[in-house]
């Protein structure tokens, strides 16, 4: 029986597999441009998994690949402080509870146009 996987997996996974009697582990290392392509592809599955879940678990998964985004971006947590701290006081959080229904206007507003049509929310609807 073979199980196709084809995404991004921690470091040890296949050392773990190939110890196991009876299972082999068939994997490659990727290019860079792979490897931030497989991690974007990694963040969606975590955030997903965290989605169904709100475990503990899956939220330091979530976490383990937004750290590893960082290092590899060479963003430190303080520069990443400094920008959710920069928003926040612009922007307000998220304690309010506050859902946003529509929003009417006369005339096309092309930043909302651009939200409005990201990729991730064509994939999500």
């Known amino acids: 029986m073979k199980y196709i996987y084809n995404k991004l997996v921690r470091d040890k996974i296949p050392y773990q597999i190939n110890k196991e009697n009876g299972r082999k582990a068939n ?5 860079d441009e792979q490897y931030m392509k497989e991690l974007d592809n990694k963040l969606f599955e975590e955030a ?3 989605i169904e879940e709100h475990s503990v678990e899956e939220l330091g998964d979530l976490m383990e690949v ?3 985004i960082m290092e590899i971006k060479n963003i430190s947590m303080q520069e990443v402080e ?7 006081d612009k922007k307000g959080g998220f304690k309010d509870k506050i859902y946003l229904i529509d929003v009417e206007q006369e005339q096309v507003d092309e930043r909302e146009e651009k939200e409005l049509n990201k990729e991730w929310r064509k994939n999500n609807k």
């Open 66 to 68: 937004i750290m590893t």
């Open 82 to 88: 400094v920008s959710r701290k920069n928003k926040k």
């Open 48 to 50: 997903h998994e965290f």
């Open 27 to 31: 994997y490659k290392i990727l290019s």
